[in-house]
Each structure stands twice: as C-alpha cells, then as structure tokens.
C-alpha cells in the first residue's frame, strides 16, 4: 500500500520568507497529488492538484513542484503570513477513473508562521 | 452556495453502542467519501459512494457501513463501538471526474 512520509515536526517560519514543505512516497507513481490545508476542529480544504507529466503548479502565493523519478512534491509557500498557520496535507490518489479513489494522506506538517 | 454539511458536530457514546453520522454534500457534487481522522493523524479513507453504491473501501472492518440516498446525502453507521474508533470523522464530495475535494468540518464522535 501507499505511504506518505510528511515533516512530523512543526516548522518555524518567520513572516515574509518561503516556507517549503515535503511530501515523500513509497510505492506506486500517483496518477494525482494534492494539497490540503487543515485548521484545528476543521476538514481539510483542497489548495492545489498537480497531475503526474506536471512539474509544476502555481496559485497565487503557492507553489507545488512533482519530481515522480524522486517520488517527492514540494509545496511552497512565500511571502508568508501568520494566517498562513495551519497543518498542510499531502494526499495521493491513483486516479484510476472516475475519482474513485480513495485519498491516502499523509500526517501532515505543522506550519507556524511567526510575526 | 452550502458546502459540505454534517450533523451532529460532537457525539459522545457508550462502547458497544452503534452510531450514524450524516452528511449533505456540496451542491452539484455526487460523490462522496468518509474519512476517519485521529488526533495527529492524518485522514484515513473510510469508503467512498456514487450512485448509491459503495464504489471503493478502505482497510476499516465490517463494522462501518453506509448509505447514500437519491438526493446524493449520505450516512456513516458504525456498530458495535470501540474505544478506538474515537475520531473526527470527516465527509467529503466532489463530481465524479473531478479531483479536488469539498470536506465538512466532521463529527466529533468520543466512545467512553
């Protein structure tokens, strides 16, 4: 089966610098890779998706790179501001038709943006 | 537009007892997924229905089941509580095709 391998510790980053977050997995190559964005007591909120021939993605302030030859995804973050506080999610699905699948997520890093 | 909503948001129950937790979708979603959810962990996929019919499953026993109905809302039933399945349980959706899921802010569910 699938594993996720996410930073466990939380990370410190001060306001204004780039926050990069790794998502490392076993196994098979995913069809997809999301990013979710999970608040204390809240559901996760869907960020982005890159599709495995994408190298790169971008929204806004977010970026997320995907290198299935290192099976890693990098999301990063810049200009960050306190708001950006929160524990960031890797989910992997295989895509195999029709959303079908199942997200197998990661434990996901502890983001901590300090003024 | 309501995302996705799901009742009740905190449930206390005995062991041994059995629980069912709700969920409405988005509005034009069709598909929806449970997800167990244990402090530090990340979300663990339950099983997933469209069209009423369990699509895909999880490694979770026997003891989870559900039930979607026309209106594409769906149920979450767990017999026979244990201690461990203390968890937020967390419902998603989205359309079928489309990736990028709209979750709730799930059930609380504390097993005493």
């Known amino acids: 089966s699938q594993k996720i391998e996410q930073n466990s510790e939380a990370l410190n980053i001060q306001e204004g610098k780039t926050a990069t977050l790794t998502c490392n997995y076993t196994n098979y190559s995913p069809a997809y890779l999301q990013w979710y964005r999970q608040d204390p007591g809240r559901g996760p909120v869907f960020l982005l998706l890159?599709?495995?021939?994408?190298k790169e993605k971008r929204k806004e302030r977010l970026k997320v790179t995907f290198d299935t030859t290192l099976k890693q995804s990098l999301f990063h973050i810049t200009a960050s501001q306190p708001a950006d506080s929160a524990t960031y999610l890797c989910a992997l699905d295989r895509g195999s038709g029709g959303g079908a699948d199942g997200l197998t997520f990661g434990k996901g890093t502890h983001l901590i943006i300090q003024p | 537009d309501a995302g996705v909503t799901q009742s009740p948001t905190h449930l206390i129950k005995t062991r041994g007892q059995q629980v069912t937790l709700r969920c409405s979708p988005k509005?034009?979603?069709?598909?929806v997924s449970w997800y167990q959810q244990a402090l530090g962990q990340g979300p663990q996929f339950i099983f997933q229905y469209y069209e009423e019919e369990e699509r895909q499953r999880g490694n979770f026993p026997d003891r989870f089941s559900g039930h979607q109905f026309p209106n594409y809302s769906s149920e979450l039933n767990v017999n026979a509580l244990l201690l461990g399945d203390s968890a937020l349980y967390l419902c998603?959706?989205?359309?079928?095709?489309?990736?990028?899921?709209?979750f709730g802010s799930g059930t609380r569910l504390t097993v005493v």
């Open positions: 998603a959706s989205n359309r079928l095709f489309i990736y990028g899921y709209t």
């Open positions: 890159i599709r495995e021939n994408e």
């Open positions: 509005s034009g979603h069709d598909t």
